[in-house]
């Protein structure tokens, strides 16, 4: 091993008046009729967020806020989705529910006690997300009254269901540069008409 003397880098003080960069846009801006796919988080990219159903709902609350995101994918010991949860159930009228039901208090609530279950949750096909519109995916999304959708492709020979991607109401607001002031859906869809009205 050869000895390589590091010299040490050269600093001056920081002017006055100095800036910082920002980052660039995450998203690019999209139209309406651009094709769906351009919405989709595509989970083959992507690393899917995920937390075992009997965590905490704080774990859950930390791991989005530190990812900046508001969903995560609900697994059991398998890796199997059982479900999902948002921030909109931790931070809603679902913790109290539980607690009024059941007793305990907020620390004592698990992931699985307010997810939304996999037999309530409604997918989309990736074939569909193929030959579709990024205005068809606002029309599924409002008709169902969610802010988020799962995208599925079909596996091996028993045609198995995989989640490919995440589609999100708050995301498509973005990239249309709709501002949105709260997190809630009807305000996510009352922007995106307003946006189809003035067009």
């Given at each position: ?109 698990m992931v699985r006690d307010i997810m939304t279950t996999q037999d309530r ?48 109401a708050s995301q498509i607001a973005r990239q249309l540069d709709i501002e ?20």
């Amino acid at each position: 091993m050869t000895n390589i003397e590091y010299t040490p880098i050269a600093s001056t003080t920081l002017e006055s008046g100095a800036s910082f960069h920002r980052t660039e846009r995450v998203f690019d801006l999209i139209k309406l009729d651009d094709p769906a796919i351009v919405v989709m988080t595509d989970l083959k990219r992507v690393s899917a967020l995920t937390i075992a159903e009997k965590a905490p709902i704080e774990a859950a609350n930390s791991r989005m806020k530190h990812r900046g995101v508001r969903l995560l994918l609900v697994v059991d010991d398998d890796d199997t989705v059982v479900g999902l949860i948002t921030s909109t159930d931790t931070h809603g009228a679902k913790p109290i529910q539980h607690i009024q039901k059941h007793g305990g208090t907020y620390h004592d609530i698990m992931v699985r006690d307010i997810m939304t279950t996999q037999d309530r949750l409604e997918v989309i096909s990736m074939d569909d997300i193929n030959r579709t519109r990024v205005g068809n995916v606002v029309a599924t999304l409002k008709q169902a009254g969610r802010a988020h959708a799962l995208v599925v492709d079909y596996h091996g020979e028993e045609q198995r269901q995989v989640i490919r991607g995440i589609i999100s109401a708050s995301q498509i607001a973005r990239q249309l540069d709709i501002e949105i002031p709260t997190t809630e859906i009807a305000q996510t869809f009352a922007e995106i008409e307003a946006l189809l009205a003035s067009a």
